[in-house]
C-alpha cells in the first residue's frame, strides 16, 4: 500500500512514520509543509511530499495515488481546525482514498465544553459522510501532556487544578502512536476505537505519581484561569487547556477500553510506570 501520514515532524505522526516505514512492502510517504527538509526517522525509507492543512491544492496532489491516511489533527484555534480538518476530508474525498485513519479526541460530544471536543465530532461526521473508509482513533489525553499541566500548576507544595475529583484514562503517546499504525495496516472499520490507559485514575492520584512530592488541590476554574494569563500564556490556549479541564471535571475522560491491547497486542502503559519527564 501506499500511506501517508500527516504532521509527519510531530512527535505522534513521527512515530507513526517510523513504524509504517519498518514494514518494507509499503510506501509509507511524510506530509510535511517543506518536503525539501524533511529528515526522516533513521534507517527507513521515507519520501516526503509538500502538503499544508491550510492549501486544498497542495493536499489534493499529494493525496493522489495514496491509499491510506493517517490523519494527525491540525492544532491551534479551534476555528482554524475545523478548516484544517475539512480541506483534509474533501482532499482525500477527491483523491479516491480508500481509508482514513483520524486521530480524534475520547470527548466528541457537540455539548461539551471542551473547544476541541466540537472540532474533533465535526470531523468525524465529515468522514462519516466522505465516501471515504475510516477508522477513528479516539484518544484520551495523553500522559505526557497531562503532567505537564500538573508541573505548570504546582505553587509552593501544591498543584492547583479545576478539576475536582474526576478520573481521567490517561493514554501514553506511543500507545497511540502504535495503534495509528496497526489500523492503517487494517482495512477501515468504520467506526471507531477509545485509545485509553488500562485505568482511570483520579486527578489526585496521578498528581502524586507526576510529583509525589506535591498535594492536589481543586481550585475554581477562574483562578486557574487568572494564574494562566499572569504566567504569560495566550489567551487560546488559556480558554483550551481551562475547557478541557472542565470537561475532565465532568466525567468526559473516565471511559477504559482495551482497543490499545486488541490493535497493537501490547497493554497499554500505566500511568505510573510511565517516565514523564
Not at 89 to 105: M, Y
Not at 158 to 174: I, K, T
Not at 214 to 226: F, S
Not at 270 to 275: D, I, T, Y
Request: hydrophobic fraction near 45%; charged fraction near 15%; glycine fraction near 10%.
Amino acid at each position: 500500500m501506499r500511506i501517508a501520514v500527516t504532521g509527519a515532524t510531530g512527535r505522534v505522526g513521527g512515530q507513526v512514520v517510523g513504524l509504517l516505514a519498518a514494514e518494507p512492502e509499503h510506501d509509507v510517504v511524510a506530509f510535511v509543509r517543506q518536503a525539501s527538509t524533511y529528515v526522516p526517522p533513521a534507517g527507513v525509507a521515507v519520501s516526503a511530499a509538500a502538503a499544508d492543512y491550510g492549501d486544498p491544492a497542495s493536499l489534493r496532489k499529494a493525496l493522489t495515488g495514496v491509499d491510506t491516511l493517517v490523519f494527525v489533527s491540525s492544532d491551534g484555534h479551534a476555528a482554524t481546525v475545523m478548516l484544517h480538518h475539512a480541506n483534509v476530508v474533501r482532499a482525500a474525498a477527491d483523491a479516491g482514498v480508500g481509508h482514513v485513519v483520524a486521530l480524534s479526541g475520547l470527548d466528541v460530544d457537540v455539548e461539551s465544553p471542551f473547544c476541541y471536543a466540537v472540532t474533533n465530532g465535526h470531523t468525524e461526521h465529515l468522514l462519516a459522510a466522505s465516501g471515504c473508509g475510516y477508522s477513528l482513533a479516539r484518544a484520551s489525553v495523553y500522559t505526557e501532556f497531562f503532567a505537564s499541566l500538573v508541573r505548570g500548576a504546582r505553587r509552593g507544595d501544591e498543584v492547583r487544578l479545576p478539576a475536582g475529583d474526576a478520573r481521567v484514562s490517561l493514554v501514553a503517546r506511543a500507545d497511540v502512536g502504535r495503534a495509528l499504525a496497526a489500523l492503517a495496516l487494517r482495512p477501515p472499520s468504520n467506526t471507531h476505537h477509545d485509545l485509553t490507559g488500562p485505568a482511570a485514575l483520579g486527578v489526585a492520584d496521578i498528581v502524586a505519581a507526576v510529583d509525589p512530592a506535591a498535594r492536589y488541590v481543586d481550585v475554581p476554574p477562574a483562578e486557574y484561569v487568572a494564574a494562566l494569563l499572569d504566567g504569560g500564556e495566550t489567551s487560546w490556549w488559556t480558554h483550551a487547556y481551562a475547557t478541557m479541564l472542565e470537561s475532565i471535571r465532568r466525567g468526559r475522560w473516565a471511559a477504559v477500553s482495551d482497543e490499545v491491547a486488541a490493535l497493537t497486542g501490547r497493554p497499554a502503559t500505566p500511568v505510573r510506570s510511565l517516565s514523564v519527564p
